[in-house]
């Protein structure tokens, strides 16, 4: 394809034992999706809510991306697609790997 666009999804960002931003309230008990990813290697972004926007192949709805071939990327990583540290007691035995997914990403393309 000569034209790609890529999504990375947002979802912000935990700070372990750092109270309203802890990684434990967020990854285990309230937003365990933003800090996993499903097993799923397909999503559909015009089944998504994305497909009123970005995700469209409409060009009256998405003038700019619709004829791209596009990538989407769930977010999983809960560090803004920066971090570089393993499971530790600093990082409260979470893994922060976002900087290595982004890398990995462009590396395949």
């Given at each position: 394809?000569?034209?790609?666009?890529?999504?990375?999804?947002?979802?912000?960002?935990?700070?372990?034992r750092?109270?309203?931003f802890?990684?434990?309230?967020r990854?285990?008990?309230?937003?365990?999706?933003?800090?996993?990813?499903?097993?799923?290697p397909?999503?559909?972004?015009?089944?998504?809510?994305?497909?009123?926007?970005?995700g469209?192949?409409?060009?009256?709805?998405?003038?700019?991306?619709?004829d791209?071939f596009?990538?989407?990327?769930?977010?999983c990583?809960?560090?803004?697609?920066?971090?570089t540290?393993?499971?530790?007691?600093?990082?409260?035995?979470?893994?922060f790997?976002g900087?290595?997914?982004?890398?990995a990403l462009?590396?395949?393309?």
């Amino acid at each position: 394809a000569n034209k790609v666009v890529v999504y990375l999804r947002g979802g912000g960002f935990c700070v372990p034992r750092i109270p309203g931003f802890d990684c434990e309230t967020r990854c285990r008990e309230s937003d365990p999706h933003l800090c996993t990813t499903t097993e799923d290697p397909f999503f559909d972004l015009e089944d998504s809510p994305l497909a009123d926007n970005i995700g469209s192949l409409d060009p009256d709805i998405n003038p700019a991306f619709h004829d791209f071939f596009k990538i989407y990327v769930p977010y999983c990583s809960s560090d803004v697609y920066t971090g570089t540290r393993n499971a530790s007691i600093i990082t409260d035995y979470f893994t922060f790997h976002g900087k290595h997914i982004f890398k990995a990403l462009t590396e395949d393309l």
